[in-house]
């Protein structure tokens, strides 16, 4: 099972959409998310979503992002408008999922993507 990501490099006030794609011999998808590392801080939880479509997001970006998925695809994505230079930080997605040999869900991760906001 694997999680590809895909980002950017933007400029402040900028809109930019973050996509994660799950694949591999999955048997089902629970929560699927978004964390985020900024240099020298710890990773936080940015924004997650269940499979029934019900959205948590961190206060310093509720308003301005926005999460998805696609269920039939496997996918999440994160819609981000308004982006500050304090947004600059590696995006990692996950997916708490089952894969299809194994009897038990857990976390996968994507691989990180940068996001960088110039100001």
């Known amino acids: 099972v694997q999680l590809r990501v895909w980002g950017g490099l933007v400029q402040a006030g900028e809109s930019l959409r973050l996509s994660c794609a799950a694949s591999?011999?999955?048997?089902?998808?629970?929560?699927m998310g978004w964390y985020r590392q900024a240099p020298g801080n710890e990773r936080e939880l940015v924004a997650r979503?269940?499979?029934?479509?019900?959205?948590d997001s961190a206060d310093s970006v509720k308003g301005r992002f926005t999460i998805s998925r696609d269920n039939a695809k496997n996918t999440v994505a994160l819609h981000m408008n308004s982006l500050k230079p304090e947004d600059t930080a590696v995006y990692y997605c996950y997916a708490d999922l089952k894969p299809a040999f194994s009897i038990r869900y857990r976390d996968y991760w994507g691989q990180g993507t940068l996001v960088t906001v110039s100001s």
């Open positions: 591999g011999s999955i048997f089902s998808i629970r929560g």
């Open positions: 979503i269940s499979s029934d479509g019900t959205t």
